[in-house]
């Protein structure tokens, strides 16, 4: 330790350790942060040290208005970055088989407002009893916390709730364009609700790709119907809201990400009853019981459901965990460049599909996706070069001789 700073160090509750780097102070947290090549004197009024967050501060920048330039933990970032791309690759995963295993459910299990009521208790029961079984932590349920969520999960019932009625009145790939078009809103709402920038020219050529694949689809659908475009432009509306809200919610509740899966699914549910006052979907269940149309405890029912359930969890938590680290925008492209391996299983799998051209549109719309990634990932700044000497409120640290 160097003696002419030990005093001031122990004032600050560092310590202060000669390298060959120069002077560097030990932290109470135990990361070093570099001053200058040979340190002198270091008035301690003048040095803002980091302190450490409260829990009204959570979700804010740790350190603020700090002189001292720290050294980055490598290891720790780069497990982040891969922890990072793990939850995207997951999300993109669920994504692009959710899609057709909810189109496989609804068929066999026609009621899209029960199917989702069922995704939605699986989820929130799933989490609750993990939990109760110490396989995970999640937040606890507060009523205050309830209501002020209240507003996104209806959001978020909306979105599913069209989801599941387009997918029962249309095709997949009539799913997948308007899933294609909703960038272009959320981009808008960005820059309106959340204060973003407006898109740059690249990225708004990218949304135009997007929409012309739109399009050629509507044009050269061979099955078009009315109701089915209903409940698509309600799918859009419904889901461009979802996406910009939830990422406000996201930031600013202090939820963590098991916590948001809970509160979301659990209120959610919670509206089902609504659906069925509006939706008269309870007498239509009611009717088909007694007609005996659908075997309730056959294995082809029943295989479907289930898995659009345990989809529906896994979708849930890597949803939400993706969209602390994007923007809300990204968030969405990113939903729309997954699609691809929804349509080769969908050709693979279902002659309900495009013709040729309808699929190029679909292609294309899922290009223009892949364009707007590009047109919106910056390259990574370079990093500075280490100064000689850091100044702490403008004050040398370091004392020359010829100074008076």
């Known amino acids: 330790m160097c003696k002419h700073l030990s005093k001031q160090c122990s004032a600050l509750n560092v310590v202060c350790i000669r390298t060959s780097a120069g002077h560097c102070w030990k932290n109470i947290d135990g990361s070093r942060s570099v001053i200058n090549s040979t340190a002198a004197v270091l008035p301690s009024a003048q040095l803002k040290l980091r302190q ?3 829990a009204s501060t959570a979700g804010q920048s740790q350190y603020q208005n700090s002189s001292i330039t720290s050294q980055p933990d490598g290891v720790e970032s780069q497990v982040l970055h891969r922890r990072c791309q793990s939850q995207m690759l997951e999300q993109m995963t669920n994504s692009s088989l959710l899609s057709i295993i909810n189109k496989w459910a609804i068929m066999k299990f026609p009621f899209p407002g029960l199917l989702t009521a069922l995704q939605y208790f699986v989820s929130a029961f799933g989490v609750f009893a993990l939990g109760k079984l110490g396989l995970l932590k999640h937040d606890k349920l507060d009523p205050k916390v309830m209501l002020k969520f209240l507003p996104a999960a209806f959001c978020f019932y909306l979105s599913i709730f069209t989801n599941s009625e387009l997918l029962l009145h249309a095709n997949v790939d009539t799913f997948i364009v308007f899933r294609s078009a909703v960038p272009i809103f959320v981009a808008i709402g960005e820059t309106f609700y959340l204060k973003q920038p407006l898109p740059a020219g690249k990225t708004w050529f990218s949304l135009g790709i997007i929409f012309a694949g739109a399009l050629i689809y509507v044009f050269t659908d061979r099955e078009f119907a009315l109701d089915a475009y209903s409940w698509a432009f309600a799918y859009l509306a419904s889901m ?9 919610i996201v930031m600013t509740i202090g939820l963590d990400t098991w916590g948001l899966v809970l509160y979301n699914n659990l209120e959610a549910l919670l509206l089902f009853p609504l659906e069925l006052l509006i939706m008269g ?74 013709s040729l051209i309808g699929t190029l549109g679909l292609l294309t719309c899922i290009g223009g ?35 008076s």
């Open 240 to 248: 461009s809201i979802d996406f910009v809200y939830i990422k406000h």
């Open 369 to 403: 996706g892949i364009l707007y990634q590009q047109s919106t990932t910056k390259p990574k700044p370079s990093p500075p070069p280490a100064p000689a000497e850091i100044e702490v409120e403008g004050q040398p640290l370091l004392k020359k001789p010829n100074d």
């Open 52 to 54: 450490p967050l409260s």
């Open 281 to 354: 979907e309870g007498m239509q269940l009611s009717k088909e019981t007694s007609k005996q149309s659908i075997d309730w405890l056959s294995f082809d029912v029943w295989l479907p459901v289930g898995l659009s359930c345990v989809f529906g969890l896994a979708i849930s938590f890597f949803g939400f965990s993706c969209r602390r680290g994007i923007s809300a925008t990204g968030f969405t492209v990113l939903g729309v460049v997954n699609k691809l391996l929804t349509v080769i299983i969908n050709l693979l799998v279902w002659d309900n599909h495009a």
